[in-house]
């Protein structure tokens, strides 16, 4: 590794508090988790942003503080999560599962 990937080195620990994260919100919203969720499910980008929401009321000036590296971590967990629903890549579109059920 050369002396310009510096930077990255730590990114494992990173990665792994990512993980811990998806599985932390798995447990707690059971059912509700979106770890199943179908990569073209409209509740992905709503997550998402309710996250990032999260992070700007971090960065108020009445708003929670010290929580501004969990509020990202949360915003890297979501994403993390959906990218991994695409990489599943699931047989049958979103649109024509949603009307099976
Ligand atoms: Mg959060």
Redesign the pocket.
């Known amino acids: 590794m050369s002396d310009d990937m510096h930077c990255y080195r730590d990114d494992h620990a990173l990665y792994r508090e990512v993980l811990h994260a998806r599985l932390k919100a798995h447990e707690k919203h059971g059912d509700n988790s979106i770890e199943a969720e179908h990569p073209g499910s409209p509740r992905w980008l709503s997550i998402l942003v309710e ?1 990032i929401g ?1 992070v700007a009321n971090a960065l108020t000036y009445d708003g929670p503080t010290g929580n501004l590296r969990a ?1 990202l971590v ?1 915003v890297l967990a979501v994403a993390a999560a959906w990218v991994s629903a695409i990489d599943r890549k699931p047989a049958t579109p979103y649109a024509e599962q949603e009307t099976t059920k």
């Open positions: 996250e999260e509020e949360d």
